[in-house]
């Protein structure tokens, strides 16, 4: 069966929880959250009308499903209680909702994976629309690929490898497209061929007014660069993406295990390997907390095991600490991708079981971020992990194709990054507010050695400055694009461009 998503953050450091015509494509998102404003108190929207005008079912409370039905990733926000669940299937289906709920002051979300890592598309007493029904993957022969807003990672996975091609994305396998790309999207392939967002060609996006538009580079230009790293819930509701692919090369997937006590040694050489790297190798470094900390490096890489060997034996030697196990496999495009999702073993079906079947893996957890910018003390790094408990600091190497870029060149800033840092914690909701000063105090302890950046898909509600954090000089393009979009601000949210 899967393994649940502490686990193969832990084994393996990954990270995980947003129509083309012509020479212009098509993107779609999912939005987290939004408030629609008025002045003066307004009745809500007539549900029963929204009910029959939707191609899709809606769900209130009291309907049989609603249960399920309203639940995001994050079991920590189990008790938000939208108002309604709208099953959208179409663009047209996501403009009757927002038809019906615009003006009535009720939170709006578009929902694909569900995995906002602090519950924003489960908007309490607000609106869902739930796209999972949209999660069509079509490959066509000019090597892009069309992928509806609710399609989740590993459907992509499978259905680009049928067809021999490759996208680079996250390892979660039952995150969605949608958040991921609007986020920027960050996965084990990045270095080589850049981030998800690098590779949208278009998208077909409604607004807060209810238009379908389409965002490429020759058709609403400001809203495509905006919706490549701006992060899901600011602009509208990306209800279709267009992506270009890749061939898809035999890759191959490793694994080293450190003994106690040698994490500073480790991180101070892995910091340097990944800066010297060549693209085709994506690693990750695993610091799990404890009395010392314990250390993991995986990673991919693309290409066969006898020219990946040589750069594992070059860490080895700088990290002067044999580690206690070393794997290394070679596998097709997939077969990696199951891999790091931590579903090898598992059918297509079983890596991304369904709400619907009730087998859907779920979690309780706090997580936040920082963006390494340079190589940071590898001894005081290690310091903050030191005598804490259920802590892991997650390092994501980026570099290579990521940089090649300027960082205006989309909405993603952290061109220049090193790695991003995932700081994440399992807990429980009488454990939260413990589990949240401690990841808390690992954020802030990084921040003090120089890693001042975030990644907005790792959105968290307590961190300073947290627009600048996100988006860097960035954030005030992605302002006027949000007013622009959306003028009346009926997709904003506690952190919204929008808000910042």
């Known amino acids: 069966m899967t393994i649940d998503r502490r686990e193969f953050l832990a084994a393996l450091g990954l990270g995980g929880a947003m129509v083309v015509s012509g020479a212009c494509g098509e993107v779609a998102r999912a939005a987290t959250r939004g408030v629609a404003r008025s002045a003066a108190p307004v009745p809500p929207p007539d549900w029963s009308a929204l009910k029959a005008r939707l191609a899709g079912r809606l769900l209130l409370p009291g309907d049989q499903g609603y249960g399920v039905a309203r639940l995001g990733y994050n079991e920590l926000y189990d008790g938000l209680l939208p108002a309604a669940v709208a099953r959208c299937t179409s663009a047209a289906d996501v403009r009757t909702c927002l038809d019906a709920a615009r003006g009535h002051g009720v939170p709006i979300a578009a929902r694909s994976g569900g995995h906002s890592y602090l519950g924003y598309s489960v908007p309490n007493g607000g609106l869902v629309m739930d796209l999972r029904a949209m999660a069509q993957v079509q490959v066509r022969s000019d090597g892009t690929v069309q992928v509806g807003a609710g399609a989740r990672l590993i459907e992509v996975y499978a259905a680009l490898a049928q067809a021999g091609r490759l996208l680079p994305a996250g390892s979660c396998p039952t995150v969605g497209v949608s958040g991921l790309t609007l986020g920027g999207g960050i996965g084990v392939l990045t270095r080589k061929y850049g981030l998800t967002c690098d590779r949208l060609v278009s998208a077909e996006v409604v607004t807060a007014d209810s238009r ?229 105090a690992v954020r802030d302890g990084l921040a003090a050695l120089g890693a001042t950046g975030t990644y907005v898909n790792y959105i968290d509600a307590s961190l300073p400055d947290w627009g600048t954090a996100y988006y860097g000089e960035n954030l005030p393009r992605l302002k006027a694009v949000s007013r622009q979009y959306d003028p009346d601000q009926v997709f904003t949210f506690p952190q919204s461009v929008a808000s910042a």
Not at 220 to 247: H, I, K, M, Q
Not at 256 to 282: I, K, N
């Open 212 to 440: 379908v538009l389409t965002a490429s580079e020759c058709s609403e230009p400001d809203l495509y660069w905006a919706l490549r790293g701006g992060g899901g819930g600011n602009f509208g509701v990306v209800t279709r993406f267009t992506f270009s692919t890749e061939p898809a090369p035999a890759l191959t997937v490793f694994a080293l295990r450190f003994p106690a006590g040698s994490a500073a040694s480790v991180v101070g050489a892995w910091q340097q390997w990944v800066a010297d790297a060549p693209p085709e190798l994506w690693s990750n470094c695993v610091v799990s907390s404890g009395t010392p900390p314990t250390l993991r490096v995986g990673g991919c890489y693309v290409g066969a095991a006898d020219a990946l060997n040589p750069l594992l034996d070059q860490l080895i030697a700088a990290a002067a600490t044999q580690p206690s196990s070393r794997t290394v496999q070679g596998k097709n495009y997939l077969d990696a991708m199951k891999y790091m999702a931590g579903c090898a073993n598992d059918t297509i079906a079983q890596c991304h079981p369904t709400f619907e079947g009730g087998r859907l893996p779920r979690e309780a957890f706090v997580a936040v971020s920082r963006v390494l910018n340079a190589p940071l003390d590898a001894q005081r790094v290690v310091q903050l992990m030191t005598g804490r408990t259920g802590v892991d600091l997650l390092l994501d190497s980026l570099g290579g194709a990521v940089s090649e870029l300027a960082p205006d060149e989309t909405a993603f800033p952290h061109r220049s990054a090193l790695a991003s840092a995932q700081i994440y914690a399992s807990t429980t909701p009488a454990g939260k507010a413990a589990a949240t000063a401690a990841v808390d």
